[in-house]
């Protein structure tokens, strides 16, 4: 058949070449060994954590190289988009710092010399590489029904044969330009189908950056190129932006391994230089159900949604160093040998990624968070707890301004000396953190091992003996010292040696302290608490305790 007459009756809008096309993208300059990579995500609004890791895995290998990462959207797929779901998604990765060279900024611009970076702005381009092909006699119409395809489906089903439109089953394959044209002027619906050159008894391997090499059957099914409303399937529309664009590296999901021969073949049918191919794993979990490892999922894991991240307020620099760690297993030794390097040092490399699927623990990132905040100043924690409490929780938010003074005084507990305290995973924690300090306290914590006279006695004592103005250094041994004039061991070893000499030994002393002071049995440095809580604070509240004992 002639190819060009087909072409014109099918694309007769379509007036420029392929090599006119070409021109609009050229090559692009870059250093030696420099990657291009791009996080393509579909417009759903939607960041699962899954997708940060990609992008932040594709960021990491572009600029690790000097290279190029850019943001397309790929909204082919109308049925997933949602209204402003370029910006959530934009947002989402910004808020983590994943930054982009290239591509959608938000619903409607963009930067970088390779757009347009949606592909629904691309029909032009996806059309005239089909227009070639058709020339070519590489791609035709086809116009089976929904109901013909199902009824080849069964039969292959039945027949254990592989699924899909090739060999006998492609009906359209052979249908003569008059035919075409029939069909054209009544206006039937079609689509348009590769012209697959596949042999089912070839087998193609290539080299995945993730999983090493993979041999897989040569693509023999004449795919989707264009849907009936002229709009690419997801195989078509990735080799030609993808080839225009410049990407060096695909880095995907393994989900689209299995369509990697379609992919291969429709370079090659292009015309176009291979891509590499990186799949990575998803992140999984253990399911609790079954004992047995699934993918974190959007429905059953809040964990799954980045958004979450954002509310409970783990600091991006945790999450960003934590999904490191799930990344490279060999991190959290660099980690150990660096503590104070940049991550953005660490010579990350795709082929050290699981190929199985990195294993999600939420209590491996609550425990990496907590050193991180730890090395934070007053100050910044007191900042950072402020901005996501305007977002989370305002009224939070307005009881830590109403005294910044105070505030910063209760975040400085502890804090900026060599072993800070890690006890601060998330910003949502330190609304139970500092409660103490703005409420009174309930005293259901005071301990059992001693009797409620003993500890009037010791509160009583140890109104009288209090000296708010003693120093850090002076301060614990003026409790010692009360503690063994009112019959307590001065230290536990002693007690623990002799009980029988003694009520209980000073760090029953202190517990009672403790507890009149803040409601709580664990606390950070008494000391300080007191400090920042002031004298007549205190003394009310150890006033309280003791009417509380005496009730
Ligand atoms: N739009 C595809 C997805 O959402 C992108 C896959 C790719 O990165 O090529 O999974």
Redesign the pocket.
């Known amino acids: 058949m002639d190819g060009m007459k087909l072409a014109e009756l099918l694309f007769p809008h379509i007036t420029k070449t392929t090599e006119e096309m070409q021109q609009k993208y050229p090559s692009r300059q870059l250093p030696e060994g420099a990657k291009v990579t791009?996080?393509?995500?579909?417009p759903t609004g939607f960041l699962h954590i899954g997708g940060l890791f990609?992008a932040f895995v594709a960021e990491r290998v572009a600029h690790r190289t000097n290279g190029v990462f850019f943001l397309r959207i790929?909204d082919t797929d109308k049925k997933r988009e949602v209204e402003n779901g370029v910006s959530g998604i934009v947002a989402g990765l910004q808020a983590f710092g994943v930054s982009f060279d290239e591509g959608m900024r938000s619903e409607t611009e963009e930067t970088g010399a390779y757009g347009p970076y949606t592909q629904s702005q691309r029909k032009e381009i996806y059309q005239t590489y089909c227009k070639e092909l058709v020339q070519k006699g590489l791609a035709y119409p086809c116009f089976c029904s929904a109901e013909e395809l199902a009824a080849i489906r069964e039969e292959q089903e039945k027949n254990k044969q592989n699924p899909g439109y090739y060999g006998s089953f492609a009906k359209c394959r052979d249908l003569t330009y008059e035919e075409i044209e029939e069909k054209v002027r009544q206006g039937l619906p079609y689509v348009l189908r590769l012209r697959s050159p596949g042999k089912e008894e070839n087998r193609i391997s290539f080299e995945d950056g993730v999983k090493g090499t993979i041999e897989m059957p040569e693509n023999v099914g004449d795919i989707v190129l264009l849907k009936t409303d002229g709009i690419p399937t997801?195989h078509f529309a990735?080799a030609v932006d993808?080839h225009l664009m410049g990407t060096t590296d695909?880095?995907?999901?393994d989900?689209?391994i299995s369509s990697a021969p379609i992919h291969i073949q429709l370079f090659d049918v292009l015309g176009f230089e291979q891509p590499r191919y990186a799949h990575i794993s998803p992140i999984m979990k253990e399911d609790e159900e079954t004992g047995g490892k699934r993918k974190l999922s959007k429905r059953k894991d809040p964990e799954a949604a980045v958004d979450f991240y954002h509310e409970v307020g783990f600091p991006k620099e945790a999450v960003l160093e934590y999904l490191l760690t799930i990344a490279n297993s060999d991190y959290e030794e660099w980690r150990a040998n660096n503590p104070d390097t940049p991550r953005e040092e660490f010579p990350f490399s795709l082929d050290r990624m699981s190929k199985a699927g990195a294993l999600f623990d939420l209590a491996k990132l609550n425990d990496i968070s907590k050193t991180y905040i730890a090395t934070l100043s007053a100050d910044e924690v007191y900042d950072r707890t402020l901005t996501w409490a305007k977002a989370n929780n305002p009224e939070f938010a307005k009881q830590l301004e109403q005294d910044s003074d105070y505030a910063h005084r209760i975040f400085g507990i502890e804090r900026g000396n060599e072993k800070p305290r890690k006890d601060i995973a998330k910003w949502e924690d330190t609304v139970f953190y500092v409660a103490y300090f703005y409420e009174r306290p309930s005293f259901e914590e005071f301990p059992e091992n001693l009797s409620k006279e003993d500890m009037i006695e010791i509160l009583e004592t140890y109104k009288t003996v209090y000296c708010h103005e003693d120093v850090q250094d002076d301060w614990f041994p003026r409790l010692r010292d009360m503690s063994e004039e009112l019959g307590y061991a001065k230290a536990p070893k002693f007690y623990k040696k002799d009980p029988d000499a003694y009520k209980g030994h000073v760090g029953d002393v202190s517990t009672v302290v403790r507890v009149a002071a803040t409601g709580r049995r664990n606390t950070p440095d008494l000391y300080q608490i007191l400090q920042v809580l002031g004298k007549d604070e205190v003394m009310a509240r150890f006033d309280l305790a003791i009417a509380y004992l005496k009730a």
């Open positions: 791009r996080f393509a995500p579909s990609a790929e997801y990735h993808d695909v880095i995907r999901g989900e689209w």
